[in-house]
């Protein structure tokens, strides 16, 4: 069994203790920053000091607020792409990550968007998404659970979870132990089918995971 850890929507006060967890247990894992939360004041620091404990980070969008599927505006993927990279700077993975906005974690037509995947192709991103969404947002006492008998189904996981101030992580400290328990190899690289856009080119057709117009659905 092999696992591969990353965390979402930072960074936070709470990123703090996940590096304190993670660096009792020599673990690294990823990253993946919301620029908006990286310019809040004093949250770099967190951010920095992941990059200097060997974490990946990665790119996370700008706002966390739309997906490109849901969108018409052509100008979408450089405000939100380019403009949190820009804010990232020299803290980037070298394969310059993104992670979409998942809208609850699913993996469908609204994820990505045709501008979208021509500005991560053109600009050599490299796009990681996940396999595993043990839902710690809004199960923060249970996750860990249901994470535990999610990965029991797949060779390799890449589980999302979030440096957010639910009480959630909390919680992690549990979760690695229970991983040691049962031998699983923690690593910091990632599954090949969770990555289908690596440095620019496509690894297969994208269809799944993009609307080929944008259009906007109105709320929900």
Sequence with gaps: MKVTLSFDNGPTETTRDVLDVLAQREIRASFFVVGTQLAEPGMRRYTERAAEE????????????????????????????????????????RDKLFRPFGGGGILDGRLLSAPAI??????????????????????????????????????????VIHDLPTGAMTHLPRFLDALESLGADVAQDFPESCVPVRNGVARGSLDHLSTPKAVSRGPE
Excluded: K
């Excluded at 490109?68 to 052509?74: I, L, Q, R, T």
């Excluded at 192709?121 to 990681?128: D, L, R, S």
């Design 54 to 93: 060997g974490h990946w980070i990665g790119n996370h969008t700008l706002t966390h607020t739309v997906q490109f599927g849901d969108s018409a505006d052509p100008d979408l993927p450089h405000r939100e792409i380019g403009s949190a990279q820009e804010l990232i700077g020299d803290l980037a993975h």
């Design 118 to 159: 021509d500005y991560l192709q053109n600009h050599a991103y490299t796009c990681v998404l996940w396999n595993c969404i043990p839902h710690d947002w809004d199960r923060p006492d249970d996750w860990v659970e249901a994470c535990l008998t999610d990965i029991a189904t797949r060779p390799w996981s890449l589980v």
